[in-house]
Each structure stands twice: as C-alpha cells, then as structure tokens.
C-alpha cells in the first residue's frame, strides 16, 4: 500500500475537510487526512519524520475556524515547506502559509461569507486550466484576509475585498487560496484540484475499487498471518458485509463471522442476512439472539448517547462470550484478530483533537472493543467513503441488491425510536418503516435516494379515527440525498409518494396518528435523529 501515490490533508478545524478528501478521491487519487497538530511546531522532527515516512506526493492544508495571530491557533512547522512537495493551502491553510513564510495577515475590513467572484490574474499552476482575466464564482468564509504576501510569491487571482485571494510560489509548488474549491458553490472547484493533481503535482488518477481490494486482501492476509484466525462483527449493512467478504477471500476458514440480533433490526434482517451469507458467500457464521439483552440494557434509558454507550458495552460482553465459546471449542484456532466495517466518516466523526472537526456522535464500532476483548482490530475498509465501499464490493462480486442497501446505524433503531426504546415501540416504528420501504421500492427511488426511513417521535398528538379519538405517537419520514454521508440535502419526494406513505401508516400501524416530513439537511441537522 506504501508504494501508491498519497495526498497529505492536514485538518486544521474546517468543516468541509471532508470535502476536500471526497473532491481528491474522486479524481481517482489517494488522499488521507491527518490532524494538523501531527506537523505542529511543538511535534518537532517528529512531525517531519511522519510526513517522510507516508512520502506524499502532494500537502493540502484545509480551512479552519481560527486567526493564525490569535492565541492558542494551529501552526505548522516551518520546515514542512522546505521538504520540495507540492502544497495547496485552502482557506486558513493560505493563510498560515503567509504567516509562517514572512507574510502579514490581518483581519479582514469587510468579512467575506457565501457566493464572490474571483478574478484569474495569471493563468498558470493551479489556474492553468483558466485563461487570464476569466471571473470564476467561488465560496468564501473568512473574516482574515492576507495583507502582505511572503517573498518568493506572486498574486496570481483576486475579489473584490481580497487582494491576494490566490498565491502561488511556482517555483517552489506552493498555492494557496482563500476560498473553498471543495464545495458544490464553486462550480469549477474540480477544475482547480485537478489542475494541482496532475498538472503541478504529476500525479496519476490510478486509484480504483479493484487495486483498492486488491491491496486490502493482501494486507488483512500479512496483518492476520498464514495461522491466525479472526472474527468479524457483521451487522448486515453494506459495510460490515463488504468488509466480511473482502476478509473471507483473504482468510477463509479462518474467519468466523458474529451476526447479532439485538432486537434492534429491521423488519426481517436477521432472517435475511443469515440466508444470504450462508447461501451466496458460504461464510462460517454464528447467529445469536440476544434481543432480550440489548432491550432490558436500553430500558428506560432517553438520552442517545447513552444509548449508543450502553449498545456498544453489550455487544463487547456478547462478542467476548462467542470468541470465549470459540476459543473453548477449538484452543488451536483462537481468534486474535476482530474485523470491524469502520468507515473513514466514522474514523472522523469520532475523533476529535484540537484544530480538526468537532465529535458530533460516538460510534461503538470505532475504537473500545479490542481493549477489553485483546483482540487486534482490523478494519479493512477504514480508508474508505460509503460510495467506495458499494465499488469494493461490486469489484469483489457482491450482488447489487446487497451492495445498495442503504445505510443502516449500528446503533439500530435504537436512535429512530426517540424517547424510551422497547419491544412495543420498536413493533410500531418496524411497520411504518416497512411500509415506507416498499413505497419508496415501488416508487423506483430506493437507490437514487441515500437514505430513506422512519423516526418514532415521542410526541402524542389527538386526532379522530372513525368516531372515535385517539392520542396516539407521531412518526417523521426522513430521506436524504448524499454522496457519503458527511453531508446531506432533504430529499424532494413527490406528493402522492408521500401521501401513499401517511395513509397507509396511518391506516395500518396502530399507534401513530400522525406523519410528518423532515425537510432539513446536513449540516446543520444530522441525518439520524439521535
């Protein structure tokens, strides 16, 4: 894996971080992104040891919320610019290249936040694909602005309140921009990414799904060794399914697969996901009931995060008594190794450090199992976004209909079920979500839409059915538009789409009396409830 081409991201607090790793990857390029403070000054040598060590061929240092002159900001270490790699500074990242290299940044007169226009001065490097004096629309969000630039730099792009709104030192292949190329607001962002990619940086859009596998198979099989065995926690979402094929082709036998019914699934899955891993992949696969765990745990309990804690503590205790029952059965084929469907937006969404993205939920499947189960964790797919899973797992033969389902949290419906979880609830909400299901299926929009379910909300409303007068709950309709997950617009799902789904929920799940349509998107809301 070392030996392909990699694009360093350095997060210094930006929420579009992630954005600027999707836009990198779909130029078919390698891209990981690390938290800033890996090449602080503080980190020392280090720091550079690091960067030397992952030898990429290109540095991407993100926006961020802070002032490089106020107190406490992000730096980076100086030294990082002398290591003759191309390096692109966004946003804050332009800025701390200014301020680190000799240049001044001051606060801004006039703040510029949403849509400006930018004017080419010099049609060369990152603009290379432009011609001078084309106006291009960007997306800005700063309140800095650099007011003098370091030596060795030109101005090679302006707006109307930033003078120096792109720099570039050529000769040394260091740019810097104060606007967001990532983002769907600046239309020819690609165009300025990939004219970094591949005409300043000489890199090749080589990275695929297959080499992708290829290189995973081959790490899970030096990882694990030619005698180790491992077990792999599968949920029977696209993730862990995808990661549990990819694992079995590496290792065999020697995986043993865990499905665990938590009381928390959809309606039918545990029934499903069995035949289907039995059937199409011949896995060796141990299902086991422990719904009456999961829901006496959740009992009572309100608070999500709680709630997440308590599903994650119980599936440490049930996965440590199947690896004991397999350790017991056969002592020679311990399992060592656990196989965990994490994703690089869970990687990210987990983690939080200063200058990088802010936690905006815990995730029980990142991190916490290994430490009290001493098993090593391999997470096969931990490099990858929700659509390049669906292509590792079609390189990887997969049916379609498996590889397309839509995400599903680990956590379950016990984050749809709003307020108290229980046996009674989950029934209601597991019929309304059906019925939406086969709507949206019938409807021919179940793969166009990234995600598309029920929310049981613990709000009682009055309403009339027949003669009669029910206080019952309400149940909210959530489908989503999104590429990865990280971001998210509300889906605009027809009217008589809609009114199919309230009728019939209505008329068919008692319980609920009414249904409402979430119209938010991503950010500010999230795309669960909890």
């Known amino acids: 894996m070392s030996a392909r081409q990699l694009v360093l991201i350095l997060d210094y607090g930006s929420q579009y971080t992630q954005l600027i790793a999707r836009r990198v990857r779909e130029q078919r390029v390698y891209c990981e992104i690390h938290p800033c403070t890996d090449v602080s000054p503080e980190k020392g040598d280090a720091g550079l040891a690091m960067v030397k060590a992952l ?59 949403g849509p400006q226009q930018l004017m080419v001065d010099r049609a060369e490097g990152i603009f290379h694909r432009f011609t001078a004096g084309e106006a291009l629309d960007v997306w800005m969000s700063h309140g800095d602005r650099i007011a003098e630039i370091p030596a060795g730099f030109t101005n090679i792009g302006t707006s109307e309140n930033t003078p120096f709104c792109a720099i570039a030192d050529e000769k040394r292949r260091i740019y810097g921009i104060q606007f967001h190329p990532e983002v769907a607001h600046t239309p020819r962002g690609a165009e300025i990414l990939a004219a970094f990619l591949f005409d ?40 862990s399914s995808v990661a549990a094929v990819l694992c079995h082709r590496a290792l065999g036998d020697r995986l043993t697969c865990i499905f665990v019914d938590n009381g928390l699934l959809r309606n039918g899955e545990f029934e499903q996901v069995q035949a289907m891993f039995r059937e199409n992949f011949h896995a060796k ?63 990210i969404e987990s983690v939080s450090f200063k200058g990088p993205s802010a936690v905006i939920k815990s995730h029980h499947n990142v991190g916490g199992l290994p430490e009290k189960m001493k098993l090593k964790l391999v997470e096969p797919l931990r490099e990858l976004f929700k659509d390049e899973v669906r292509a590792a797992g079609e390189a990887l033969g997969m049916p379609r209909s498996f590889i397309w389902r839509q995400p599903f949290p680990g ?62 709950e309400t149940a909210c309709i959530r489908a989503v538009h999104s590429t990865d997950g990280m971001t998210a617009d509300w889906a605009k799902l027809p009217y008589d789409l809609l009114a199919r789904v309230s009728a019939r929920i209505i008329n068919e799940v008692k319980g609920i009396n009414r249904v409402v349509y979430d119209i938010s998107s991503k950010p500010p809301a999230t795309i669960e409830w909890e």
């Open 200 to 239: 300043v940086a000489h890199m090749t859009p080589s990275w695929t799904p297959g080499s992708f596998v290829e290189e995973a198979i081959a790490k899970v099989s030096e990882t694990v060794g030619t005698k180790g065995h491992a077990i792999c926690g599968l949920s029977g979402g696209v993730d």
């Open 285 to 347: 696969l141990i299902a086991v009931d422990a719904r009456k765990l999961f829901l006496d745990a959740l009992a009572g309990v309100t608070d999500p995060e709680k709630k997440r804690k308590i599903i994650g503590h119980v599936f440490i205790d049930v996965f440590d008594a199947e690896a004991k029952k397999l350790t017991a059965a056969h002592a020679a084929n311990e399992p060592g190794y656990l196989v965990q469907g994490t994703l690089y937006p869970d990687v």
């Open 55 to 113: 030898a990429p061929s290109a540095i991407v240092l993100s926006g961020g919320p802070s002032s490089v002159y106020g107190e406490g900001a992000p730096q980076v270490d100086p030294r990082l610019f002398e290591l003759g790699i191309p390096i692109l500074g966004i946003c804050y990242g332009v800025q701390l290249t200014a301020h680190t290299l000799g240049g001044k940044v001051e606060r801004a007169e006039a703040r510029e936040y």
């Open 411 to 472: 956590p379950g419906l016990a984050i749809r079920c709003l307020g108290e979880v229980n046996e009674a609830r989950l029934a209601v909400l597991r019929k309304a979500d059906a019925i939406l299901d086969a709507e949206v299926r019938s409807a021919g929009l179940y793969e166009s839409l990234w995600q598309s379910f029920c929310v049981l909300l613990p709000v009682r409303s009055v309403g009339v059915m027949g003669d009669e007068r029910t206080y019952d």
